[in-house]
Structure formats: C-alpha cells, structure tokens
C-alpha cells in the first residue's frame, strides 16, 4: 500500500517514538532542560510554575491544587495505572507468570531493594531524615532499558528480558512501600468509598463489561476516593490496573476463521470500477472491526494506546515539574550530607551489591539459572544499570520529605547515582559487547 505525503513526513517520527530507548531519550532532554531552567535568570518563573492553582468541579465537589500536585498525585497515578496493566501482564503470561520464570528477578529485586535501604537507613540512622529509607529502593526502567539498548546490539536478548522483570519486580516493591510506609493518617470514610467504587469494578470484570469508558469513570472515582482519604492516589492506579479485563471475548481460532471467511465476502463483492466500496463491503468492515474488538483484551489495549502518552507526555512532565535542581557554586560541597550520600551509596553500590549477593545466591544453591547466553559480567552491568532510580526515586523523595532541604539533598544523591551508575553500567555492557563482536568474528 502506498502511503500518503503525511504518512511519508511522519514515518520518521513513528520510527523514532517506536524505538526501545527513545523514551529515555526523552526523559533525559527533559531532566536537562529542567536544570537549565531552574538555574537560568527564568528561575522564579520556574518555582512559580508550578505551584499555580488549578481548579477542578464545583461547589463542595471541588479540588484545588497546584499544578505540581496534580502532576505528582494526577498523571503520575495514570503512570502507576500503566505499571499496573505490566504487573498484571507480567503476572499472568510473561516474565513473572512462573516461579521458574520469576524466582531469578524477583529475588534480584529484593536484594536491590532491601541492601540499599539498609545502607541509607546506616548512614541516617538516629536523625530526622531516616525515613528516607526507600528513596535508593527504585529503579527507573525507562533510563535503565534505554542504556541497555544503546549499550550494545551484541547483548543477549534474556538479559533485556532479566531486566525488564527485574524492574517491574522492582515496580511492585516500590508501590508496596508506598503504601505501607509513606502513608499519611487516613480518612477512613472517603477510603472506604473508593473501595466500593473498586469492588463495582471487580464486579463489573467478573461480569464481562469491556467497555474503556466503564472503567475509565469507576476508575476516577477511586482514585478521587483515595486522593482524600490521605492513602496516596497512585496506589489507586495500581489497583485499578488489576480489575481491567485481560482475556479475549473469542479465541484465537475463531478469530483466524472468521477473519477468511470474511476476507472472503469483501473480495466476491469488490466493484468492477470507481473508488467506493459496495455496501455489502462496509457491512463486512464493521464486522473485521466488531470481530477484531472481540479478538483484543481490554487490558492490552487500554496498555497500548496509553504508553506514549506516558513515556512521552507524563514521564517528561514530572522530571521536568521534579528535576529542577538549583546548582550553586558550593554546590559539590552541599553533597556532602548524610541524605545525599545515603541515597548516592543505597543506589550506585546497595544496588550492584544486592542483586549481584541475591542472584549469586540462587544461582549457588541451584534454586535458579542466570538467564539463556548470559555471564556475570551480564549481571553486573544490569546491577550497575539498576542503580538508575531517577524517576521513582524523586518521587518517593517527595513522599518521604516534608523539610524542602532534605528534598534537595536527595535529588543531588539521586542525580549524581543516576549519572555514575548509568557510565559504570554502560561501559561494562559495551566491553562485554565488544568482546563478543570481537569473537563472533575470530570464529566465524
């Protein structure tokens, strides 16, 4: 099929959205400009940003926040709703759907959570700030994959897979610390209103409503329900994510043979001339696209049609709304507090030494296998990698931190972890992709 002049102008965007580490790409551009604009003569501009009002409703149905609010407690929960359609995914076909396929990454993510909140909560222990704790916990996937990819094309598949489970893993710790430990007192009625808006949801899976506009509204009215029930909205996108339909209305098969069957029917009725199809053609149409719709799952689609707008709109935003770090010049001696180097330390080294302890161990005791073609240098340059908690990281900092001083402490350790982990992790890839490019030669 040919394609049109637009389609022809647009095809190298597409391309270029549709590449593994363009969102983060994206997501770096995003973290640069917002430094260089909180350190630019727009500066006020830019703290005044985003602490513009925002008003939604009416009358005693109405929320004011700030922008920045609406951004953290907002969009960022439509990012945990697409986190939560991975988990599930993951969960029930994909890299965490067995115990064999998960016990390597999950156990992984566990030693890269709990050695780097032991190693913050030792340096911070007995001051204000030891509730940091889960800052160096998180992993940024984006950052993360996008290093991966850019690392070497010689790297083996399963190791990209071992990552990717490793940080959805990593996801499901994150968004259980949140719960748990960096929630406020809680308002028990408005809670309890959005777990009845939750259970209509569960229902209405159970009963085979499919409809994206049904779990859309009931979807909202949780997450309204858990925003003012002081229990942190974006847990409510997690939960949400969980009660979206994940089988297909009609099997594969049926779907293959209703599909010739009407491929059929439109070629016996195509015109003998002019550029109109017939009606019976139409008809036959609507009938691939009622089929087709029958052939989907909600939870891919709905998963589908929101990633680039949460790796290209909300991602972005919120580094750009988080990241505006103010540098002085004292500033590499402002870094030098136990805040930023807890962080700094639990992130570069808590989570190398973690997952490298964790997976030496199951690899030891037999309970588990390094992934097909992959050494442990392969999992010492994802450990390295893993050490990218950039966008979790920041916004658990916000959740840990009501003191603004600590919150910037934090963002330089996050900062500077991202930048060392990101070179170390790289370089160790890109020998070990250029040693084996170096031997697939020698041998071919």
């Known amino acids: ?103 390597l990454p999950m156990t992984a993510a566990l030693g890269g959570m709990l050695v780097p909140a032991a190693i913050y909560f030792f340096i911070n222990k007995g001051t204000d700030a030891a509730h940091g704790w889960g800052i160096p916990m998180a992993t940024d996937i ?10 070497s094309k010689h790297i083996p598949v399963s190791v990209k897979i071992f990552l990717s489970a490793l940080a959805v893993a990593d996801d499901l710790g994150a968004v259980l610390v949140i719960a748990f430990f960096y929630t406020d007192q809680i308002n028990f009625m408005p809670l309890a209103v959005g777990a009845g808006f939750l259970i209509l949801l569960m229902v209405g899976n159970k009963m085979g409503i499919r409809s994206t506009i049904f779990y859309l509204l009931l979807g909202i009215c949780v997450w309204i329900g858990f925003l003012l029930s002081g229990v942190h909205a974006t847990i409510a996108g997690v939960l949400v994510a969980f009660t979206i339909p994940a089988v297909t209305r009609i099997d594969e098969q049926i779907y293959s043979n209703n599909l010739r069957k009407l ?19 139409n008809k036959t149409i609507q009938k691939v696209k009622t089929l087709s719709m029958a052939a989907e799952t909600p939870l891919q689609t709905i998963e589908h049609a929101l990633h680039p707008w949460v790796a290209f709109g909300i991602m972005p935003l919120f580094a750009l709304a988080n990241a505006g770090i103010v540098i002085t010049s004292d500033f590499f001696s402002s870094i030098i507090n136990p805040v930023s180097i807890g962080v700094a330390s639990g992130l570069v080294i808590g989570k190398f030494s ?41 916004f658990i900092s916000g959740l840990a931190f009501k003191n603004p001083a600590f919150i910037d402490q934090a963002k330089y350790g996050i900062l500077i972890a991202s930048i060392l982990a990101g070179i170390l992790g790289t370089i160790v890839l890109k020998r070990i992709g250029a040693k084996t490019s170096i031997d697939g030669e020698v041998n071919a």
């Open 1 to 103: 099929m040919e394609k049109t002049t637009i389609e022809k102008i647009m095809a190298p965007v597409s391309r270029f959205i549709h590449l593994e580490y363009t969102s983060g790409i994206v997501l770096l551009i995003s973290v640069v400009i917002a430094i260089a604009w909180a350190n630019s003569p727009f500066h006020d501009f830019y703290e005044h940003l985003w602490h513009i009002n925002f008003k939604v409703g009416f009358d005693k149905f109405l929320l004011s926040q700030p922008l920045h609010i609406w951004i953290n407690d907002g969009l960022m929960a439509i990012f945990f709703f697409v986190i939560g359609l991975e988990l599930k995914r993951e969960f029930m076909e994909g890299e965490l759907s067995s115990l064999q396929k998960a016990s």
């Open 142 to 151: 984006a950052f993360a994959l996008a290093l991966l990819s850019m690392a």
């Open 263 to 281: 491929s059929y029917d439109f070629e016996a009725d195509i015109p003998e001339r002019g550029s109109l199809i017939t009606p019976l053609q």
């Open 354 to 394: 973690g997952i490298l302890l964790f997976c030496w161990i199951m690899v030891k005791f037999r309970l588990s296998s390094l992934p097909e073609g992959a050494n442990w240098k392969h999992i010492a340059g994802v450990a390295l990698l893993a050490g990218i908690g950039f966008t979790m990281s920041l």
